[in-house]
């Protein structure tokens, strides 16, 4: 039996895999794909101590690292899927897309989430030309332009907050007719005069031709009009990657794992979650690093004094 079992190849789950070796625990790592969603990314500029990486870099950067360390301590299976973890005698068994078991004290759940695609035609086709899903990553590229934000939860209004710091204008597109964001925030946010939200709104398709020129959208009199823009940031919503946990631990309304942020620590004794696919409030590479070594931390200790 392993004494754990860290499943997902992100920053969180690879962190977690480098203190696991560092600490001897007996570990099983299991990954689907390495390095997480920035892999996409073309420039990331705030994971510490490297002013820029491509996210192909940091993926074999956080591969190598954990590779350099697992040693005798951690097995690693890339390339394989969990289905399942469920309850056993003294722990919990870990069932992979091929089919094979495996059993461990403890569990460690780092398996993200993706973002929430925009449905809209040319959202692809200008993915990473213009049109992106992180605004903390890729805003400052576009300073001094005219943006847009899709999305009026507090994602989307805090994304229209730090880009309203830099950029000439920023239009918010939401397809309700009130805002999920907190009051207090889209109040603020409203308040500066660089800041326009247009409610009731269905976004048809991203323009364009190497680089996005504007939003073509339906208004709430069932018009067709088209705003110009040089950015579109797409915030509508995460979907966690827990299915195969979900008759296990607690999630909340929005399939996230319920943690206790002292600890990391969720509602089984015995299982740990850890990053984006936690109820955490941010999601950032160094957040989901930070986070899984807290948990590998809880999690030596609840192995060592048992
Ligand atoms: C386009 C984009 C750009 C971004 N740029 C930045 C940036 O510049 N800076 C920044 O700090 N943050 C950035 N982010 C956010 C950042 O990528 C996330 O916060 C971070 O990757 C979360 O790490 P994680 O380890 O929690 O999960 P993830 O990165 O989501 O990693 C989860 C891992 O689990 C694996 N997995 C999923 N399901 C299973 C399963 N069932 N079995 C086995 N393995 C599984 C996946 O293959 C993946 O490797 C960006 C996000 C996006 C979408």
Redesign the pocket.
Known sequence: MYDLII???????ISAGVYASRKQLKTLF?????????I??PD????IGTPHIS?NDLAKNLEGHLKEYAGKFVTIEAG????NVSKINGGFKTTLDDGTTHESKTVLV????V?RKLPAKGAEEFDNKGL???A??DGPMFSGQDVVVIGGGNAGFETAAQLLAYTKSVTLLHRSAEFRADPVTVKKVLSNEHMTSLTEVEVLEIVGDNFVTGVKYKDKDGNEQTLDATGVFVEIGLVP?TD?VADLVELDDYKRIIIDPWTQQTNIPGIWA????TNIKY??????AGN?VTALEDIYVHLKTR
């Open positions: 499943i997902g190849g992100g920053p969180g789950g299991v990954t689907s794909e390495w390095g997480g969603q920035s996409v990314s990331i500029q705030n994971w996210g394989k899927k969990v289905t780092a398996t993200g989430s973002r992106t899903y992180c903390t990553c990657s195969y850890a990053g984006d696919c999601h950032q590479n160094n957040i989901s899984a």
